[in-house]
């Protein structure tokens, strides 16, 4: 376990904002956990932190920030359709992910590049191009951090939704590691429908191939690298927004004037891309100091090179308040303020 007060959490989110947290631990493992809930640490004000990539801080953060570091892979069951890994929740998810196509273990391929520790994946329910972790994951080993016990939650438990989980609404509970079932060739389930991922594959692709999961994982790298900011060249953090889900009543006056709007029926309503939204506004690649709107996309907001959370946060507003006047629309940010 190792301690750093007044820490600086520049290198610690994908934004590149400037920000300190009055303490930061950096855990391996069980034994670290029960050390840190000895000491109370628990008790007063703190956070759990993966890799930054979901987070947007607007000033320094008066309590103590908890970082896996851990990074034990562990095989649990095998059998000739599928496996059954632990990873622990500092690994890298893109990592894990090589390590499972390099096996020839599919079923996260299409999340690959997502920048996501293993710890934030089922707490996020992440997802693209047709997959998400719910998909694969199988129960999800926790710390909890009021009892000081260790448990473990079912696939069930974790009520799965559209990036949200029982740990986003319960951060009480610390992801210590994941248990995921992946699959062997040839009881792979490819998904290759989602987007432009099909005509991203090799002509002479063949979902029989060996190298069927490695191609995927490729294209789905390459598309990303070409839409998506890199965080080590442009701070951000991926969608800022979520879609909204709104009446169809709402949608169909929206289409009177906009009869090319795209929506997707749900259960509970029409769902909206924001981007669109965004992009009739006229925001798409705007830039207003040190902050902007990514030119190939309009979701992602980004940071110019010396952007602060708070000027982040205001071109939100800005935005939220166009697509609001402009559609009636009330858009709401995916990424998580801190301090709230
Ligand atoms: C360029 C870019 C592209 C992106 N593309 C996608 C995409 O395609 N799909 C997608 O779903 N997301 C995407 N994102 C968003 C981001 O990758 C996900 O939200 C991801 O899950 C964040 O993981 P993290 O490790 O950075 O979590 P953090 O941002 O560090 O934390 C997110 C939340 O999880 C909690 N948390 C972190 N670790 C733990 C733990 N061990 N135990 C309990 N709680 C924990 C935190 O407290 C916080 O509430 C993108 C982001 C960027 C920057």
Not at 95 to 112: D, K
Not at 157 to 186: H, I, M, W
Not at 297 to 316: D, F, P, R, S
Request: glycine share 8%.
């Amino acid at each position: 376990m190792k301690e750093y007060k007044d820490y600086q959490l520049q290198g610690n989110n994908t934004f590149g904002i400037p920000a300190r947290c009055d303490r930061f631990i950096e855990y391996a493992g069980e034994e670290d956990l029960k050390e840190m809930y000895k000491q109370k640490v628990f008790a007063g004000q703190w956070m759990s932190l993966g890799c930054g990539a979901n987070l947007l801080f607007c000033g320094d953060y008066h309590g103590t920030i908890i970082h896996s570091v851990a990074q034990s892979i562990e095989k649990r069951e095998e059998t000739a359709q599928n496996i059954l890994v632990k990873a622990d929740a500092g690994i890298i998810l893109d990592n894990f992910i090589e390590y499972s196509v390099s096996n020839g273990w599919g079923g996260m391929e299409n999340l690959s590049a997502i920048p996501c520790s293993v710890g934030a994946a089922p707490v996020q329910n992440v997802g693209a191009y047709g997959a998400e972790a719910k998909d694969v994951v199988e129960r999800v080993h926790v710390f909890d951090t009021k009892e000081g016990t260790f448990r473990s939650f079912s696939k069930e438990e974790c009520t799965f939704g559209y990036r949200d989980s029982f740990f986003k609404a319960n951060p009480q509970y610390v992801v210590v590691s994941v248990e995921f079932r992946l699959t062997k060739a040839p009881s792979w389930e490819l998904r290759l429908d989602y987007g432009n991922l099909r005509s991203a594959l090799p002509s002479d692709f063949s979902p029989e191939d060996a190298l069927a999961l490695r191609m995927i994982r490729e294209a789905v790298r390459q598309i990303r690298h070409d839409k998506l900011p890199d965080p080590a060249e442009i701070g951000s953090a991926g969608s800022f927004f979520k879609n909204p889900v709104v009446d169809r009543t709402v949608v169909d006056k929206i289409l009177h004037d906009y009869p090319k709007m795209p929506f997707y029926e749900m259960p509970n309503g029409c769902k909206i891309p924001a981007g669109w939204l965004i992009e009739q506004t006229g925001w798409k690649g705007k830039k207003s100091g040190n902050v902007g709107v990514y030119e190939k996309q309009a979701l992602v907001l980004v940071n110019l090179g010396q952007a602060t959370g708070k000027e982040v946060w205001e071109l939100a507003q800005h935005i939220t308040l166009s697509v609001k006047e402009k559609f009636g629309v009330e858009i709401y940010p995916e990424v998580i303020k801190i301090p709230q």
